[in-house]
Antibody
Framework: QVQLVQSGAELKKPGASVKVSCKAS????????IHWLRQAPGQGLEWLGT????????KNAQKFQGRLTMTRDTATSTVYMDLSSLTSEDTAVYFC????????????WGLGTLVTVSS | QSALTQPASVSGSPGQSIIISCTGTSSDVGGNNHVSWYQQHPGKAPKLTIY???NRPSGVPDRFSASKSANTASLTISGLQAEDEADYYCASYTTSNTFVFGTGTKVTVL
């Protein structure tokens, strides 16, 4: 069965960076896009960016340009999200989610990783 | 990109029908048919409920239906059940090749 297993919770200080991983299983890793989304406490969902299935190229939301990096390791079917220059406003649960190409929706989700930014 | 507009809350009694609206612009909801809906129970990951405006993934009950007119998409839950109590989010692909979510709607079953 399809699974997206994310890394554990993180506590970071303002100005630091965080790297969250998402290990995929149960399907052909390079046949699907992976997206990163987040949800601040008590707030709605926000799309951060995509790493595309074929070449591993990426597309970020404008808001995160310059401080969001998404990479992948096809050998381990793992995608990584690196967010730098953290502020308290980055405190959120970060989700990875799969997209079937050209479906424009997120059909499987990871359970989420809580990132807390606090001094 | 501004969030799509949803009502903050909608409620209904068991068996009733409710409708959740999702209003965007011609750059997102009105610009394509790539509108999806997600159900999220407290502390859980969102679950895909509707894709491409009106299609239900396998396993989603047929009491969930959806449509779109111009810049507004709608999700209807017919025959409301206790387990439908959750937060619901719409999402749309945009003309900038990004995604935008709705503000979210809390559904309460009275």
């Amino acid at each position: 069965q399809v699974q997206l297993v994310q890394s554990g919770a993180e506590l970071k200080k303002p100005g630091a960076s965080v790297k969250v991983s998402c290990k995929a299983s149960g399907y052909t890793f390079t046949s699907y896009h992976i997206h990163w989304l987040r949800q601040a406490p008590g707030q709605g969902l926000e799309w951060l960016g995509t790493i595309f299935r074929s070449a591993g190229n990426t597309k970020n939301a404008q808001k995160f340009q310059g401080r969001l990096t998404m990479t992948r390791d096809t050998a381990t079917s793992t995608v990584y999200m690196d967010l730098s220059s953290l502020t308290s406003e980055d405190t959120a649960v970060y989700f990875c989610a799969r997209e079937t190409p050209s479906s424009y929706c997120f059909d499987y989700w990871g359970l989420g990783t809580l990132v807390t930014v606090s001094s | 990109q501004s969030a799509l507009t949803q009502p903050a809350s909608v409620s209904g009694s068991p068996g009733q029908s409710i409708i959740i609206s999702c209003t965007g612009t011609s750059s997102d909801v009105g610009g394509n048919n790539h509108v999806s809906w997600y159900q999220q129970h407290p502390g859980k990951a969102p679950k895909l409920t509707i894709y491409e405006v009106r299609n239900r993934p396998s396993g989603v009950p047929d009491r969930f239906s959806a449509s779109k007119s111009a810049n507004t998409a709608s999700l209807t839950i017919s025959g409301l059940q206790a387990e439908d109590e959750a937060d619901y989010y719409c999402a749309s692909y945009t003309t900038s090749n990004t995604f935008v979510f709705g503000t979210g709607t809390k559904v309460t079953v009275l």
